[in-house]
């Protein structure tokens, strides 16, 4: 059958093409979006969608936790439009000065990198706050790396193509395009109303040579099924079968979310959970990471869509019969109730290598971003894999990004305690080994960061896994380490940083020797007393080994630690 479009046409739930043939004549269609749903264009193979130039894909962005005062989150989001800007996508083909009452109950406000002045951001594309004149943008773009890459910044709104070849961005929502909620903490739901050519057919996303993950844009007006995309010719060979999506209800702000499959079943991490829920949503973005330095083509085809996104199974992971340690750090706050930051899953089979990383571990496509990691050799992973062990095996956990206050562990042992004896949680910070539950339950360990520096230093928290009952006692600390710590250590890359205990006040200096006593870098500085903590830039061409840290001065104090640069 086939039909022409003759006046503009609002879909709530889908347009479905069955062998047929539909011209929506460059009509304004709108794909509504709203808080019980977003509508969807389902699988055209087979069928014709034709005059599709003024389709209108919206995207209902909701206050995560329901209160206004923490309604602003980041979010990673695409457009399935061709050849449009962010500007007119995402702000209604307009700016804000900073001054002129501005009204709207869709789209957003978009702030610039050290815009300065009205005159500058809004040449750019970009709104005006004064507040933020010289801050940070409310956009990025995802910069790939050879392992794991960063957020960078865009240099403005207006460019076109902003959503070719699948890009998807880092947006900071603060709700509605309105200057009421371009200031102080306010906020509300918006909805997201790009406009322009639809997307269709089949889809290639080129996967650069050299790269660890790769940030996609989810193509259609349609949730997209990871599984069938995973299951597409070469993308098994080229992709692990995982994918990061950004949860906004995780953290202060919004943090990674991994699905990933392991021994027959997908895991959602946060929760550790077995989950069907493997759907990419209409304006979502998602991160894979790649197999092969080789690069390729990623394909993604019509028929990868999906009706919904199924509600996810929530059983704990020691139910699906694979043992593991999951670490979820948590915390309660006035107005914000209890919130999971981060979490972390170590799954334990005998399947599985000792290897530093390999393709059953998972790293945040970001190092910098999160709350939580176990820490290996070159990178902070979310997901590890390892065997069993027969003796006595540790994990040692990184915290960063952390605000002062109070915060909890959850500690859940799934299906461990008949392979292990014992497991603890050692804060070397408090002096303190925690021992875990073993049947099942979670363990609540409470703890504080406060304003001293070495409550948050990357060494504080460590999982003790011993296979045999035994008594296990602090360790206690060496000279050097009681003076001073160094991390990260072994050094991955070019700085490292130093802290020392409390110190008069007087003039230092810290001095890093080599093999052999020979001196590499020297660096005097006047101190005014207390902790001293210190950025030491590794200088270019040194190579790797051990070197020993030496600071001198004051009351003719010596102190030296000792650290391994890689």
């Known amino acids: 059958a086939s039909a022409t479009l003759g006046s503009s046409l609002q879909i709530h739930d889908a347009l479905l093409l069955n062998a047929a043939q539909l011209d929506l004549a460059g009509q304004n269609l709108v794909l509504r979006s709203t808080a019980t749903g977003t509508a969807r264009v389902g699988d055209l193979t087979g069928s014709v969608l034709s005059g599709a130039t003024n389709v209108t894909v919206e995207r209902y962005i909701p206050q995560t936790l329901g209160t206004s005062n923490i309604g602003r989150r980041w979010r990673v989001l695409t457009s399935p439009i061709w050849s449009t800007t962010v500007n007119k996508a995402w702000q209604n083909s307009g700016t804000w000065n900073g001054t002129t009452p501005l009204s709207g109950s869709t789209n957003t406000l978009i702030t610039g990198n050290r815009q300065g002045t009205a005159a500058t951001a809004n040449a750019n594309g970009y709104d005006f706050w004064s507040s933020v004149a010289t801050g940070g943008a409310s956009i990025c773009r995802y910069v790939t790396g050879s392992s794991?890459?960063?957020?960078?910044?865009?240099?403005?709104?207006?460019?076109?193509?902003?959503?070719?070849?699948?890009?998807?961005?880092?947006?900071?929502?603060?709700?509605?395009?309105?200057?009421?909620?371009?200031?102080?903490?306010?906020?509300?739901?918006?909805?997201l109303q790009p406009t322009g050519t639809l997307k269709q057919g089949d889809i290639n996303v080129t996967i650069a040579p050299n790269t660890g993950f790769t940030l996609v844009g989810n193509p259609y007006a349609s949730p997209l099924d990871f599984d069938k995309v995973y299951d597409n010719p070469g993308n098994s060979g080229l992709i692990k079968r995982q994918f990061w999506v950004w949860d906004a209800a995780l953290g202060d702000g919004g943090n990674y979310r991994l699905i990933k499959y392991m021994n027959g079943q997908y895991l959602s991490m946060p929760e550790g959970a077995p989950t069907t829920?493997?759907?990419?949503?209409?304006?979502?973005?998602?991160?894979?990471?790649?197999?092969?330095?080789?690069?390729?083509t990623l394909k993604i085809f019509e028929s990868d869509k999906t009706a919904n996104a199924p509600t996810p199974v929530n059983v704990l992971l020691g139910h699906a019969g694979m043992p593991g340690l999951v670490v979820s750090l948590r915390r309660s706050e006035a107005g914000y109730g209890d919130r999971?930051?981060?979490?972390?899953?170590?799954?334990?089979?005998?399947?599985?290598?000792?290897?530093?990383?390999?393709?059953?571990?998972?790293?945040?496509?970001?190092?910098?971003?999160?709350?939580?990691?176990?820490?290996?050799?070159?990178?902070?992973?979310?997901?590890?894999?390892?065997?069993?062990?027969?003796?006595?095996?540790?994990?040692?956990?990184?915290?960063?990004?952390?605000?002062?206050?109070?915060?909890?562990?959850?500690?859940?042992?799934d299906g461990l305690g008949a392979l292990l004896g014992q497991?603890?949680?050692?804060?070397?910070?408090?002096?303190?080994?925690?021992?875990?539950?073993?049947?099942?339950?979670?363990?609540?360990?409470?703890?504080?960061?406060?304003?001293?520096?070495?409550?948050?230093?990357?060494?504080?928290?460590?999982?003790?896994l011993s296979a045999r009952t035994e008594t296990v006692r602090m360790a206690p600390e060496s000279e050097a380490s009681r003076e001073m710590r160094v991390w990260p250590n072994p050094v991955t890359g070019r700085s490292f940083h130093l802290q020392t205990p409390e110190l008069p006040s007087g003039s230092y200096v810290a001095e890093l020797y080599g093999i052999g006593g020979t001196l590499v870098w020297r660096k005097p500085w006047t101190h005014g007393g207390g902790g001293a903590v210190m950025r030491i830039d590794i200088p270019w061409g040194m190579p790797s080994g051990r070197y020993t840290i030496r600071v001198t001065g004051g009351e003719s104090r010596k102190l030296h630690a000792e650290l391994v640069v890689e």
């Open 423 to 464: 497991a603890w949680l050692r804060d070397a910070f408090a002096g303190e080994l925690v021992p875990l539950r073993m049947d099942g339950g979670e363990s609540v360990i409470l703890f504080t960061v406060d304003a001293k520096q070495d409550s948050l230093y990357p060494d504080r928290f460590s999982l003790i």
């Open 277 to 296: 829920l493997t759907s990419i949503q209409s304006g979502q973005g998602f991160f894979v990471e790649s197999l092969t330095t080789a690069g390729g």
């Open 340 to 413: 999971v930051m981060d979490e972390v899953i170590s799954v334990i089979h005998n399947r599985y290598t000792v290897r530093p990383t390999d393709a059953d571990d998972a790293a945040h496509p970001v190092d910098s971003d999160g709350h939580l990691a176990i820490r290996a050799p070159g990178r902070s992973i979310s997901l590890d894999a390892r065997p069993l062990t027969r003796s006595r095996d540790t994990l040692h956990l990184r915290l960063q990004n952390l605000p002062p206050g109070t915060y909890r562990f959850h500690v859940r042992m």
């Open 148 to 191: 794991q890459g960063a957020w960078g910044t865009i240099p403005g709104t207006l460019a076109t193509g902003a959503f070719d070849a699948e890009k998807a961005y880092l947006l900071y929502i603060r709700g509605p395009r309105s200057s009421t909620y371009s200031t102080g903490t306010t906020s509300a739901p918006t909805t």
